[in-house]
């Protein structure tokens, strides 16, 4: 396993192994989605990056080059939807195993996730709740994305 870390930490450690000193050393454009997930699928893609269980005992199990194939493929389709740098997107996923291939992609769009928690709510989000900038409303609801734009509500 590569140690990809000290690539942006510096560490020190005293002799009994007891962690002394940590600086980040990211540069400004650090982008966790591209440095990190993407270099791993590059150079390691059969290392397991995730294991998502739930409650009934569904298992599934992401290599990071499922990772970076999954927040590709939605990264292309929230671009596809006019999401790009510097917009906010409220993510309403819950727990579902897709909330982390839309957090890689919103990164890697410079995009904003704003996590919201579900309420139960089948109908769009009060506009008290959506932040007043959010471009996009994205829930697992019928199994689709649901944009709307702020003009439209």
Sequence with gaps: MRNINL??????????GLLTAFDI????D?????DVVDDIAANEPERTAMVWCNP???????????????????ASFLAGLGIGQGDY??????RHYQFWF???????????MVPAASTG???RPSSARAPATSRMWWTPWRASARAWRRSSW
């Design 7 to 16: 690539r942006y930490v510096n560490e020190a450690y005293d002799a009994e």
């Design 25 to 28: 050393v990211a540069p400004d």
């Design 30 to 34: 650090f982008n966790f989605a591209y």
């Design 56 to 74: 009934e005992g569904e298992e599934h199990v992401f290599t990071f080059a499922d990772m970076k194939t999954w927040s590709d493929k939605t």
């Design 89 to 94: 997107v409220m993510v309403i996923l819950r």
């Design 102 to 112: 839309t957090a890689l992609a919103l990164a890697k769009l410079g995009a904003v």
């Design 121 to 123: 709510q089948t109908s």
